[in-house]
């Protein structure tokens, strides 16, 4: 009997299920010679920009001063150097 390293164990299993799933065909086989398929998508075709009226930039405004007030004393940041610096 040998000790190993629980590293090596663990990866050996994880090769192992991998392998199982691949054959499967419920994973893609991975591919170490490149980023063939990876595809980037910018961010504009997901989240597409909306441009709000003042009116709904007062109102976020105003339910953010709200929160602010209503968390900044009761620990919920650690100090108030996490809160933005209003110009």
């Known amino acids: 009997m040998y000790k190993i ?13 991998r392998r199982k799933l691949v054959k499967k065909g419920l994973i893609q086989p991975w591919d ?7 595809q980037i998508h910018p961010v ?14 007062k109102a976020v405004n105003e339910l953010e001063k709200e929160m602010w007030q209503r ?3 009761t620990g919920f940041w650690r100090s108030p150097s996490h809160r933005e610096v209003e110009a």
């Open 32 to 38: 170490h010679r490149g980023c063939e398929g990876l």
């Open 5 to 17: 390293p629980a590293g090596l164990c663990r990866r050996a299993i994880r090769q192992r299920q």
């Open 71 to 73: 968390f900044y004393g």
């Open 44 to 57: 504009e075709e997901i989240f597409p920009v909306v441009n709000g009226s003042e009116e709904t930039e």
